[in-house]
């Protein structure tokens, strides 16, 4: 498996509370992802990265942040957690060769949950 | 938007039966990629089709990529219960490096 490392892989917090998870790689890959995963919606992306310090909103952006200060680290916060946000979020990362929309690997995911 | 839909949603069948999981996209794609989830897991990739017509075999499972790049499919033969999981197809969103996934397909297999 890629070197990817997701912490905290489960976390219980109570709505309001900011929350931080945070994405750690070693394949010095380019592009850095963050999805969300609920029971029939699939993976749905939240927030990417395409460089340190650049990034952009995915598809569900509303009430979350990130920040890349280094190649490796990609940090995503809920400002003020909602019960909305429990969910299992992964982390993931690709190449910036070989063309567009490349394969991405995965990490094994941070269980949260907002009571 | 773009979309990517799968069918079936789920799909329970005996040991050694096959399996199918079909992929079609709105949209033509550049390439078409396969990820299993295994239960408490995460995806994890399987393989890129990038060719029109483009057949490719790992083991028991065969993927192929529809003639239009609009379309693919996943076929298992005799399952086992190892391949117990979720079956994503993925294309890339419009020409970026995002991807779109669909719902998935959820196979249980009966020992």
């Known amino acids: 498996d890629a070197g990817i490392t997701q912490s905290p892989r489960h976390k219980v917090t109570e709505t309001g509370t900011p929350v931080t998870l945070r994405c750690h790689q070693t394949e010095n890959h380019r592009y850095m992802y963050w999805y969300r995963q609920d029971p029939g919606h699939g993976l749905r992306l939240i927030h990417y990265?395409?460089?340190?310090?650049?990034?952009d909103k995915g598809e569900v952006s509303d009430g979350y942040s990130v920040s890349r200060s280094k190649t490796e680290d990609f940090l995503l916060t809920l400002e003020s957690a909602t019960s909305s946000q429990t969910s299992v979020y992964f982390c993931?990362?690709?190449?910036?060769?070989?063309?567009?929309?490349?394969?991405?690997?995965f990490g094994d995911g941070t269980r949260l949950s907002i009571l | 938007g773009q979309q990517v839909m799968q069918i079936p949603q789920y799909q329970h069948v005996q040991e050694g039966e096959d399996f199918t999981t079909y992929c079609n996209s709105s949209?033509?794609?550049?390439?078409i990629q396969w990820y299993k989830q295994r239960p408490g897991g995460h995806p994890v990739f399987l393989i890129q089709?990038?060719?029109?017509?483009e057949v490719k075999k790992q083991k028991r499972l065969t993927f192929q990529f529809g003639e239009a790049k609009k379309n693919s499919s996943l076929h298992i033969t005799a399952t086992q219960t190892t391949d117990v999981g979720t079956y994503f197809c993925a294309g890339p969103l419009g020409s970026s490096y995002k991807l779109i996934f669909g719902s998935g397909t959820r196979l249980l297999v009966r020992p």
């Open positions: 990265s395409y460089g340190v310090k650049d990034t």
């Open positions: 949209t033509t794609l550049s390439n």
């Open positions: 993931a990362i690709s190449e910036n060769k070989g063309g567009i929309g490349q394969p991405q690997h």
């Open positions: 089709l990038v060719k029109s017509g």
